[in-house]
């Protein structure tokens, strides 16, 4: 099976192409390397050094033999992102070439605008590609657990059934994003499942939790290969956050009460939830949902295991419970369905000991990389 990955320079996008090159996958790697131009933007680098593109491919062909295939180009870029799947024809493609943090695209009217603009003209522009050439492709596309937000009833797997004056339908999921980056999101949920509604496509919607972790089978070869693994208060995800501020000694910036629920995976089960989706395609004009995470926590309760962990190592960790720099509930129910991966045949790494220690250990290796200037946030909801 040939599987092109969109934005596979980048965190989950480098850790899935390398799984899949590894299972014996056809992979190729499409992206415009814009993100490595946002870190340059912000004045933030990678906890980890990260070798360019091209050198990680050819290291990863020397150690395996295997060849990853490269597109460099935007796919807003409709002409060029025809020419890329013309050249490699793939039977499935892996979407995570998407601007994906909140806090981006929350600086200001023209990182929304950018923000919104690539992900949801990418998304439109390979919707159409498909369409006109490739209506048997199967689109593996990454959403975002953000989109449903935090209401007051069970969160279903992107459709809930409804009963209303005596009728009963079943009804896509409703969305309450919290940041224009969740609402580009939930524009391209849309945009797929009209997609597939009317065009026949076949699509999967992964909507992910915060993914944690930096080491996979494959990005633990060599150091040539190793995934970026991000800290700032932009694009730094909370518990990756925690494990470099308790390494460097820097108290854990808690938002709020800390009481915020969200879904967590490792980002080994990223890599597997992506080659499931890949081996159970959907079926011609269905769009799919599938709930990506593997646990549920507090960000209050993350802190709390990170310094326990920290503790045990001998590192003197604090917490400090920061004004909250988004506009969310601290406080609320938060229960999620997340049934049909497992039932695929997923088998989760749960969050441990032994995994906070390695997060630990990776972090106090490179913490001559921190800038401590970065670690507050400095994005407000609220102007």
Not at 27 to 41: C, G, K
Not at 140 to 169: A, Q
Not at 213 to 242: P, Q
Request: with cysteine; aromatic share 10%; glycine share 8%.
């Amino acid at each position: 099976m040939k599987v092109l990955v969109i934005g596979g320079d980048g965190y989950c996008g480098w850790a899935t192409a390398l799984y899949l090159s590894n299972r014996g996958y056809e992979v190729a790697i499409l992206d415009s390397l814009v993100r490595r131009h946002w870190d340059n933007e912000l004045g933030v680098e990678t906890l980890t050094p990260i070798a360019s593109i091209q050198q990680r491919l050819q290291r990863w062909k020397d150690l395996t033999g295997k060849n990853i295939d490269l597109f460099i180009g935007d796919i807003t870029n409709y002409e060029f992102l025809k020419k890329a799947l013309h050249t490699f024809e793939p039977t499935a493609i892996v979407h995570f070439g998407e601007q994906r943090s909140a806090p981006f695209s929350m600086i200001d009217r023209e990182h929304a605008v950018v923000t919104q603009v690539n992900n949801v003209v990418g998304t439109l522009n390979l919707l159409y590609a498909m369409k006109e050439d490739f209506p048997d492709c199967h689109l593996v596309k990454l959403g975002t657990m953000g989109e449903y937000g935090t209401p007051n009833i069970d969160i279903e797997e992107g459709y809930i059934t409804i009963e209303h004056n005596g009728r009963k339908d079943t009804l896509p999921y409703p969305k309450q994003p919290g940041s224009m980056y969740h609402l580009s999101k939930v524009h391209d949920s849309h945009n797929i499942h009209f997609a597939c509604r009317i065009w026949g496509l076949r699509a999967t919607d992964l909507n992910q939790g915060v993914v944690y972790g930096v080491l996979t089978e494959e990005t633990g070869m060599d150091e040539m290969l190793i995934n970026r693994l991000d800290y700032d208060g932009v694009f730094g995800t909370a518990l990756n956050r925690f494990c470099i501020q308790a390494a460097i000694g820097h108290p854990l910036t808690v938002y709020g009460k800390g009481g915020q629920t969200r879904g967590f995976l490792d980002i080994r089960d990223t890599v597997r939830c992506i080659e499931i989706a890949i081996a159970n395609p959907a079926n011609q004009g269905e769009f799919r949902v599938f709930n990506q995470f593997t646990e549920l926590f507090s960000v209050g309760d993350l802190a709390m295991m990170v310094k326990k962990a920290g503790n045990a190592v001998g590192l003197n960790v604090e917490i400090n419970n920061l004004e909250n720099p988004r506009i969310e509930k601290e406080e609320h129910y938060f229960n999620a369905i997340n049934t049909k991966l497992l039932d695929l045949g997923l088998q989760p790494h749960y969050l441990s000991d032994s995994l906070l220690d390695s997060l630990l250990n990776f972090a106090v290796k490179y913490q001559n990389r921190v800038d401590k200037n970065e670690i507050l946030p400095k994005v407000k909801w609220h102007r």
